[in-house]
């Protein structure tokens, strides 16, 4: 049987999906307050049997912070699939996503060793990859440095993945995978669903950076093919594409039929912006739309290499522009 961690967000329910659709067993960790909007409507974009797939996992309720849960949720597994974490670029999440994310996986790190696991796989992040000197390609062998430069998030990431690697030092057999940012059918809030809502409200500004970006679905797939490979103890960067959030959002504006940012937002601008943003959420409860660690990261040019992964599975990843037209597609599906 696989037990599968953060089954209730955007990669963990796609990967749901595409578990049960190959016939496995799956048990998966939930939260008290876990919401399934999400994972229905993303079982909604595979099948019309959505309850059909959803009646099919085994649910434990509770949360990672919790030892004594996940040694009990370990009886009887296989394979483990950790995609759980907070992702968050808001300051006041901090210390929360600290906890979960690097004490979280030490958890469930310890929990596996001390059960017969067969494969253990991590969703790591490229932000848990340090960055090349003068706009090199990124690949697997870029060594982490720690720099003011380095968001929250990214520390989380790094000390999460930490923790793998310890795990496979005391004898736990496991590949990571260091997915770029993430696109795929999801909720509108979020992700491309928020980059989409942008365009159809008519945003006019766009950040001048380049980054890696991958289908949810080649994700959720490598990671299986991963698990099911006689590789071990491996990193792999999954990212289709390096591109400019300008041609991210003219593909959108493309399919929206609308037109799309036409202003550059330099540095500068991005830097006011994050600040009144920040003033912004004092006064209400609404969280900010950009954070200094967004605007930052949106204005630097990173390029990453997948060759790893594509030689290692002889793996072909879906264009991103195909991506892109299917989550358009469905946007306008449900909100025309
Ligand atoms: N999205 C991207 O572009 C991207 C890119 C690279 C790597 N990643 C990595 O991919 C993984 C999945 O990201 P995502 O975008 O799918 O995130 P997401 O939609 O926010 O989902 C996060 C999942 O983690 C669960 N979770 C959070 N804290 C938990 C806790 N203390 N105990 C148990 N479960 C907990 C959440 O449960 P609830 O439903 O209860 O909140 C949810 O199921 C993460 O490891 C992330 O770092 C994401």
């Not at 003068?134 to 720099?147: A, H, M, P």
């Not at 990671?223 to 300008?246: H, P, V, W």
Request: glycine share 6%; proline share 3%.
């Amino acid at each position: 049987m696989i037990f599968v961690t953060g089954g209730t967000g955007f990669l963990g329910s796609h990967l749901l999906f595409h578990l049960l659709k190959i016939g496995k067993k799956v048990r998966a960790i939930k939260r008290a307050d876990s919401n399934f909007n999400l994972l229905s409507n993303v079982f909604s974009f595979y099948t019309q049997d959505t309850q059909k797939y959803l009646d099919k996992i085994e649910w434990v309720e509770g949360d990672l912070l919790d030892i004594y849960l996940l040694n009990e949720a370990l009886n009887d597994i296989s394979d483990v699939y950790h995609a759980a974490a907070i992702v968050s670029f808001d300051p006041s999440h901090r210390k929360k996503m600290m906890k979960t994310n690097v004490e979280g996986t030490a958890n469930l790190i310890n929990a596996a060793l001390g059960k017969d696991i067969r494969k253990f796989c991590h969703v790591s992040s490229i932000a848990a990859i340090g960055r090349a000197e003068n706009d090199n390609v990124i690949d697997e062998n870029v060594v982490w440095k720690t720099s003011k430069k380095n968001s929250n998030y990214a520390i989380s990431k790094y000390g999460a993945e930490r923790e793998v690697w310890r795990g496979i030092e005391e004898g736990l057999n496991a590949v990571i995978i260091n997915p770029s940012v993430i696109l795929g059918p999801r909720e509108l809030n979020r992700g491309i669903g928020s980059l989409i809502s942008m365009v159809r409200n008519g945003f006019k500004f766009y950040t001048p950076g380049v980054n890696g970006f991958v289908d949810v679905r080649d994700v959720a797939e490598s990671m299986i093919r991963l698990m099911e490979s006689d590789i071990y103890n491996e990193r792999f960067i999954i990212s289709a594409d390096n591109l400019t959030y300008k041609q991210i959002f003219d593909w959108i504006a493309e399919y929206l039929k609308m037109p799309g940012p036409k202003y550059k937002a330099t540095p500068y601008i991005s830097e006011i912006a994050w600040r009144l943003e920040y003033i912004k959420g004092l006064f209400s409860n609404n969280k900010p739309l950009i954070t200094k660690e967004t605007a930052r990261t949106a204005n630097h040019t990173y390029y990453y290499s997948s060759d790893k992964l594509i030689q290692a599975l002889d793996f072909k990843f879906l264009p991103v522009r195909q991506t892109i037209k299917d989550a358009c597609e469905l946007f306008l599906k449900n909100n025309n």
